[in-house]
Every structure is written in structure tokens, then in C-alpha cells.
């Protein structure tokens, strides 16, 4: 075994010189822990309480779409054909992606975007310039409605 500042080493010449003394925590290290922790909490809550409610909100569409489906099965056959299996089947959509959603974690979401970044990094660059660019123009045409209100 060689000696060295930070303890023992094994007996190795590649390893000589490469190990890296340890540091006694610090304050600032404990404390960024702790912000982060307490950030990381903060936003999970949100993202969860801005889930369920987008479910419920996904739930009530899905009934008021079945609702709406149901005059048109009612009335003509001939003229309702189409309408009514339409309107049920994005009723059914809509209470799949709501019972989805209320099952999806923070964590599924950011591995799904990552994987998706990986295997296609083209697209996913395309696609965030693109939602970048629609929020620039969101953002600028409010700033402008704000203005023209005061």
C-alpha cells in the first residue's frame, strides 16, 4: 500500500497522484441540499395540483362532449351517422388521456422528453424552437395588449 495525503491507496502507479483529497462538508453544500430540496418539493406540488386539475377539466369536457353526442343519436339516422360515433369516440379520448394523466409522475415525463431528445435530437430542437417562438409571440402580443389597455 502507498501512502498518500487523503489515506490509503492500493498499490497502484496509474492511481498515484489521481485521488482527490476528501472535503469535510461544508455550510454551503448543506444548504444547497436544502434550497434544492425544498424547490424540487415546491415544484412537484404545483406540477401535481396543476395535473389534477387538468384532469378534472379533461373529465367535464369528456362529459359535456358525451352530452352533446346524444341529441344527434336521437334524431335523423341518416343525418347523424357520422356526428354521434365521432363525438363519443373523442369523449373516450378525452377521459383516457384525463385517467392517464392522473397516473403520470414528474419523473415518467422528463425521462420520456430525454429519451425522445436522444433518439431524435433534430426534432426536439426543432420542436423547443418552435414552442420558444410561440411563447416570444404570446408573450409580446400581451405586452402589447397591456400596453394599449393603460
Excluded: K, W
Excluded at 489521481?18 to 434544492?36: D, E, F, M, S
Excluded at 429519451?115 to 418552435?130: K, N, T
Aim: contains cysteine; proline residues 5%; neutral net charge.
Amino acid at each position: 500500500m502507498i501512502e498518500h495525503n487523503s489515506g490509503l491507496l492500493e498499490d497502484n502507479p496509474a492511481a498515484v497522484g489521481t485521488a482527490r483529497p476528501q472535503r469535510a462538508p461544508t455550510r454551503n453544500g448543506r444548504v444547497g441540499r436544502i434550497l434544492y430540496r425544498v424547490l424540487r418539493e415546491g415544484i412537484d406540488a404545483q406540477v401535481r395540483h396543476h395535473q389534477r386539475t387538468t384532469s378534472q377539466s379533461l373529465s367535464a369536457m369528456s362529459g359535456i362532449v358525451r352530452e352533446s353526442a346524444r341529441p344527434f343519436r336521437a334524431d335523423d339516422p341518416n343525418s347523424s351517422a357520422r356526428v354521434a360515433p365521432f363525438l363519443e369516440n373523442l369523449a373516450d379520448r378525452l377521459e383516457r388521456v384525463a385517467t392517464s394523466m392522473d397516473q403520470l409522475e414528474l419523473e415518467d415525463v422528463v425521462a420520456g422528453v430525454r429519451s425522445f431528445a436522444r433518439r431524435r435530437p433534430e426534432l426536439f430542437v426543432a420542436i423547443a424552437f418552435g414552442v420558444g417562438c410561440l411563447g416570444a409571440y404570446l408573450l409580446s402580443s400581451r405586452e402589447e395588449d397591456e400596453t394599449v389597455v393603460s
